[in-house]
């Protein structure tokens, strides 16, 4: 079983579009993430979501959209999009709260825009 | 702010060589101390952690790291390589945000096992 993942995959569009990536985790996790991972490889994170609430926003342009509609998903929905938004990007979840628990990442859905 | 290093962007051993991939760590306060490590076009996988006590940590794949708080360091080693272990590894260090924990990554190092 899969413990968390994405969809798609593989998204290639041309600027200007919208586009949504899909995360699931079937963890129980209370807490879910997306990081953004660039060509260089550099992983940071952009938001943060614990019981569907958002509680770090990595100053991401508006244009990013999270939403969670339960524990367990996270979508990220992204508008306008822009040739600097060719990355991958990847969802993970963990328990939250000051605990130290480790984080779970999904594949990644790799985003090429044209 | 919280913060790892990791100077090499790249090590090169011959398989059943041991190795280390350094990291260095900056943090006020107590660190709490990851490696991940990612395989190519895959997610990271959690490999170990610090928080507390034994300086020497034992994780996944064979892999450990030494804990030093004077050098500021969280090392990662194994003492005999695999083809299999080249891949990217990750050190992160626990961030407070908003009251919840995250996590600040180092800028990767690309493990390369020679056969």
């Known amino acids: 079983d899969t413990a968390v993942s994405q969809t798609p995959k593989y998204l290639v569009t041309q600027m200007g579009n919208d586009k949504s990536i899909k995360c699931e985790q079937n963890?129980?996790?209370?807490?879910m993430y997306w990081y953004k991972q660039d060509s260089k490889k550099f992983l940071k994170i952009m938001f943060s979501y614990n019981n569907k609430e958002l509680i770090i926003n990595e100053t991401v342009p508006n244009r990013f959209s999270p939403k969670s509609p339960d524990k367990a998903h996270l979508n990220l929905h992204i508008n306008s999009l822009e040739l600097g938004d060719s990355a991958v990007y990847f969802c993970?979840?963990?328990?939250?709260?000051?605990?130290?628990?480790?984080?779970?990442f999904g594949p990644g859905t790799r985003l090429t825009v044209t | 702010a919280q913060s790892v290093a990791q100077p090499e962007d790249q090590v090169n051993v011959a398989e059943g060589n041991p190795l280390t991939v350094k990291c260095t760590y900056s943090v006020s306060g107590n660190p709490y101390l990851f490696w991940y490590v990612q395989y190519p076009n895959r997610g990271l996988q959690f490999l170990l952690k610090y928080i507390t006590g034994d300086n020497l940590v034992k994780g996944s794949y064979g892999f450990e790291a030494e804990f030093n708080k004077s050098q500021t360091s969280f090392h990662l080693k194994k003492p005999s390589a695999l083809v299999s272990d080249s891949a990217l590894y990750f050190c992160?260090?626990?961030?407070?945000?908003?009251?919840?924990?995250?996590?600040?990554f180092g800028k990767g190092t690309m493990l390369l096992v020679s056969p």
């Open positions: 963890l129980g996790h209370d807490t």
């Open positions: 992160a260090v626990r961030t407070e945000n908003s009251g919840y924990s995250t996590l600040t």
């Open positions: 993970a979840s963990s328990q939250g709260g000051l605990v130290i628990y480790e984080q779970y």
